[in-house]
């Protein structure tokens, strides 16, 4: 992933959190498109977007990098008596984490765009073995239509289709907005460029 000390981000409140889940996913919910069952929020963080899924009825693991995140995922879930399986783990060795087909729905919510080129393939790889046949992964990511240079790398369509198509079958790949405070001004929450992406598992 993208050279950052994720524990020192951690330390502070990262652009990416905001305090709540995503808009995004939310309305994936409020539409249907996320149902109940089995689900998994990789590069979960603090936790928002699991704990929401959660309380829309999923079955939720989130799993991060950082305990730190983690630690304060576990304490959000609990004060707001939410279950939610908050775990300490790399995404790219989901295989010794996970059994295969596990999960009906996977979430990543700007995690895709923090993976250099030689990770892409394994962190594809790794979805596609924890994922059941037939079901749903959905990415939202920095897009190249968002201007400047703050904040992650913007990922094109044809990257996002190169990464997946081998293994998933696209959906959609639409544009969204990445809420966060890596905008113009830190101190408030900035809603940038974003690709939103539906994709089935083959």
């Known amino acids: ?84 399986n908050f775990l300490i783990g790399d995404v790219l060795k989901m295989n010794q984490l996970f059994r295969e087909a596990e999960f009906e729905i996977i979430i990543d919510s700007g995690l895709f765009h923090a993976m250099t080129d030689e990770e892409r393939p394994v962190f594809a790889q790794q979805l596609h073995r924890v994922l059941k046949p037939g079901s749903k992964y959905f990415m939202l990511c920095f897009s190249d239509k968002e201007p400047g240079d703050y904040g992650p790398r913007r990922i094109s369509k044809a990257e996002i289709e190169s990464t997946f198509t081998p293994l998933f079958d696209i959906i959609y790949i639409k544009d969204s907005a990445f809420h966060s405070r890596s905008g113009p001004s830190s101190s408030e929450v900035y809603s940038a460029s974003a690709y939103l992406v539906s994709a089935v598992r083959s």
């Open 1 to 84: 992933m993208i050279s950052l000390d994720w524990n020192e981000v951690y330390k502070g409140t990262p652009p990416w959190d905001i305090g709540r889940p995503q808009p995004a996913f939310e309305i994936l919910v409020e539409d249907g498109e996320i149902k109940p069952g089995r689900a998994l929020d990789i590069g979960c963080g603090r936790g928002d977007n699991a704990i929401m899924l959660a309380m829309n009825g999923c079955d939720v693991t989130g799993i991060d990098l950082v305990e730190d995140a983690i630690s304060d995922a576990k304490k959000k879930a609990a004060e707001r008596h939410v279950k939610v």
